[in-house]
């Protein structure tokens, strides 16, 4: 009787050890030490989503199932770098980190600009305080969010 229940916790044991690679292997952000932010659109109807890690490869992988097929990990050959919208897709920012504050605003202009030349819009003397409020919106949606998550 003793040896079945060795026999039995030994199979639930490699069980449970094939579970946990297979989640591993399909959800990598198990492993991955990582923040991710949805700002959803406001005057302009289109999202922006915010990930930050250092894990290129999952980064890479992140926009590759939800925005655009063709990234490659070279495509993170930077500090930060914003994807542009694809068939109505949410804009994605990734930032290897969010300390920089100066680099967090360079991204967010990027994604600002994407959203508003979606929405059909240039930047004029006209459109400027638009464009303006966009920036303070993804600014003000990413810290609100951010400083939730820490």
Known sequence: MTLLKYA???MLGII???FIAYMIQTHPQITTQSKIVFISGSTFDMDVTVIVTEDTAYAAQYVR???DSTVTSKD??????TFG????KPIIIWLSDAEDKGVVAHELLHAMLYKLHW??????????????YELQYLTNQ????????Q
């Open 142 to 149: 990413f810290y609100n969010q951010i400083n939730k998550i």
């Open 16 to 18: 449970a050890m094939i």
């Open 85 to 88: 919208p694809v068939e109505g």
């Open 76 to 81: 993170f050959d930077a500090r930060a770098v």
């Open 65 to 67: 199932d939800n925005l």
């Open 8 to 10: 039995i916790t030994f």
């Open 119 to 132: 929405a059909g819009m240039e930047l004029t003397s006209e459109t400027e305080e638009a464009f303006a």
